[in-house]
């Protein structure tokens, strides 16, 4: 057997059209200037246009259309994800995506049904997973107990300044269980914001203890196992296209500043030293891009394959390392104007800190790569 | 599945079964993994051999017009007999310059006579074709040839020095990139282009030592050459065009090749295969947790160039870059092998630092040669660092 394996890559015209939109409007919609306006905000984005792309259907591409949503599945996500990334346009989509991924892909679509139509219409939810740094640790110490309360913190909750509702993993008797909790039954303390590297995003440790969760808001069982482990693959394959997506962004600033910047009389991006990364980083946009639509490419609706398994964290892996790359050679490329908070690079830099630590990092995803294709050898 | 479906399917099969069957034995002696490999007689006359074997079973050519000694079928025919010979992995179909380069630019733009004289003996390996258009102070800078062809009544009289001439001292023909006019203001217009018998008297093909030890390239002097005028290709002046358009050949950016495999491509799952029995610290070496995240990395960039080749025929995923998978490729791929290599080498604990000729050798040193020769490839037709500029100035648009 090769160690290649699957390589289908295919974009399909509605997901064509929709790039092309989805890049028209985060364009237009959030310059850079924007994006800074929202570094100090509370919600970290715009709610009147998050409200604009919600109107556009985004928030339902990969809902049922039993729920309001589209049903076009999370591979037409992708595009949406991949240009918010290249505007650095911080929304709550791939939290309330993934939020709603979990649902329904433990089997409680009827069940959840309303929420799930609150989400299409523009309500935010978002997954409580982690309870500690590791994205490697399956252990679940929060506990929903056979009264239905919940007991423990989560931590890291993205968009939880911002959240309607939390999908909260916790551990009910010998099972993982998943707990619909809604922001208003958390006191305002229950939730200490983190202070993130990338100002662009929001995130907070949250306090479940004490929480009654309401009759027929939770399930646990067998379902919940699997829906979680392929809601960690889709994290990991939509995190990667918006990181690919920044990291275009990011070699653009590059490309920009090496042709207008003059130094011992000569633009810049005439030096070789500038120039052969500069095509590095292309090259790794170009890994990164191919690997996010061959995951796309291969994830479905039902229960992820062993070769998505493997195109989500390649996705991952990939995209992280070269964001990474871009947004570290762009502070570099701008001398001393790139040590200064008004350079754009620090925002891609940042960016890269943030991206390569959620649903694990470039390492965390190798190691499975490694069991997965060489261990079957 | 339709009727055309079906007859291309019946074809694989009937390529499939003669490759298996007709598939050369070892040997006995290294064959060249690529052709700018072809070292001594023995070697040629295999490869000769073989070539003729698969072009008179229909195999190669196929695409080209019949009346010249092709097949005249559609181009999808010679697609899959390479894929069942990569499959095979039967030897490469050496004529590389000839089936790639020359013939094509012929079969495109030469007159009835050239199609008639060349062609068909290409295809069969009568004729061995070489390109001159290297010279030693002007590898990358192709435009700047200083290789002199005076006109002196039917002939043409050529001087200079050209290198890396692949199988210099086995063609019978050249395609030669040569100065007619040394006082041109712009120096491309001073070159022309000919189809240049290599058997005359003043052309003296001196085989170069490559660092692996081996023989593949020439050192190629004229002393006033003579060649029939009637060996110009086009017109005077031409010369850049038609170089530029035999590059496009070269480079994958133009069809029309005879087909055939170039090369053996050697891939990770060879790599992997190879480390059979390897141990470090005692254990297996694929069980050693460094040696694997460095593994997942090369399958990974392995993929990423299998799936590049895919993403480059869709059009919405490469409108924000246009031409920069087409143009990377070369860079990509060929830095990629030559790491590949020298990281295959390393894995072989003691061993790796044997080389051809030790019977110790892992698969009698076949990783180390195939890692010294990867260079051939980051270094001929552009260094990685011209490609990088290139990819840079063209796709980045940054300045010169």
Known sequence: MSVMGNSALALSEEQAMLMDVAREFCQSKSPIAEVRTQLETVSGYDISLWDEMVNLGWAGIALPESCGGSGMGVATVVPVVEAMGKAMLGTPLVSSTLAAQLLVRAGAAAQFESVLSEIATGSVGTVALLENADWGDDNIHCTLDADGVLHGSKAFVADAGTAH???????????PALALVRAEQLTAAAISPNVLIDQTKRSANVDFTGVQVAEGSWLSGEAVAGALRDVRLLGALLVAAEATGSAAACLDTVVDYLKTRKQFGKLIGSYQALKHPAVDILTAVDSARSFVYHAATVTSDDPLSRDAEIACRMAKADATETLLYAGDRAVQFHGGMGFTYECDAQLYIRRAQWT????????????RLASLLLDSQ | MGAAEQELKDFRGQVSAWMKDNKPADPGFLLPQTFMEVGDERQLEFLREWQHKIYSAGYLGMAWPKEYGGGGVAPIYQAIADQEMRRHAVPICFNVIGLGWAGPLINDIGTEEEKARYLKRILSAEDVWCQGFSEPD?????????TKAVRDGDEYVINGQKIWTTMGNFAQYMILLARTNPDTPRKYDGLSFFLAPMDVPGIEARPIRKLTGEYGFTETFFTDARIPADCLMGEEGQGWKIAMQTLQYERGAEAGAAGGQMMVRITIDDMIKQLGDVTRDG???LKDPVVRDEL?????EEKAVVLGERRAHITALTSDYPGSLPLSQKLRMTEMTRRMRQFAIGLQGAEGALYVGDDQARQGGFWQRAYLNSFSATIGGGTSQVQANIVAEHVLGLPK
């Open chain 1, 165 to 175: 509702f939390f999908v909260v993993l916790a551990r009910h008797g010998d099972f």
């Open chain 1, 356 to 367: 390569r630590q959620q649903f694990g990092d470039a390492q965390h995803h190798r190691k």
């Open chain 2, 138 to 146: 002007h590898g990358s800078d192709l435009g700047n040839a200083q």
């Open chain 2, 283 to 285: 254990e297996p070496v």
């Open chain 2, 296 to 300: 997942v990395k090369m399958i990974m």
